[in-house]
């Protein structure tokens, strides 16, 4: 059962798009933001097959298609790490131990206080700047420890 908040929420998001089935991956995105847990919600996905009039396993398997949308809960800022070739020759392995130990998580974790999710993507299309990760739209390459340190303590900081 949807919340009726979250719901009026949803359906002028459907509204927006004028509930076109081909807008699924837009409205979905929008969806997902509805939340600091940056995730869709199984009952949320079936309420939008529902008012586009599509079938529940085609939202299901948008969403579990691409790696940007998640049906588990997630932390606010999602830090997906690169797992190209690129990123992997310029050493993706040191950027991960260096997220895990700042923020004492492991890959695909969140944090206690929800504020970020570390997870694995396909190549972001950043392989000049590589090793490179990708938080919400933006993207940050070229990364060492200290640039690590100062991102996290950015978004902690609110100042992004």
């Known amino acids: 059962m949807v919340n009726q908040e979250i719901k009026e ?14 807008k699924l991956v837009m409205i979905l995105l929008e969806v997902q933001k509805l939340t600091d847990r940056n995730y869709i919600d199984m009952e949320w996905a079936k ?5 586009l009039k599509i079938p529940y396993t085609k939202v299901y398997d948008v969403i579990t298609f691409y790696s940007m949308f998640s049906i588990k809960p997630r932390g606010k800022y999602v830090i997906e790490i690169c797992k190209s070739a690129p990123c992997h020759v310029n050493k993706s392995k040191d950027v991960v131990k260096e997220f895990e130990e700042i923020l004492n998580i492991k890959m695909g974790e969140t944090t206690p206080d929800n ?15 590589a090793p490179a990760i990708k938080i919400g739209e933006k993207v940050y390459g070229n ?18």
């Open 9 to 22: 929420k949803i359906m002028g998001i459907i509204e927006k798009y004028q509930r076109e089935k081909e």
């Open 47 to 51: 309420l939008i097959a529902e008012e």
């Open 115 to 129: 504020l970020f999710t570390l997870q694995y993507t396909s190549c972001i299309g950043a392989c000049d700047v």
């Open 143 to 160: 990364l060492n420890k200290e640039k690590i340190q100062q991102i996290v303590m950015d978004y902690r900081n609110n100042s992004i």
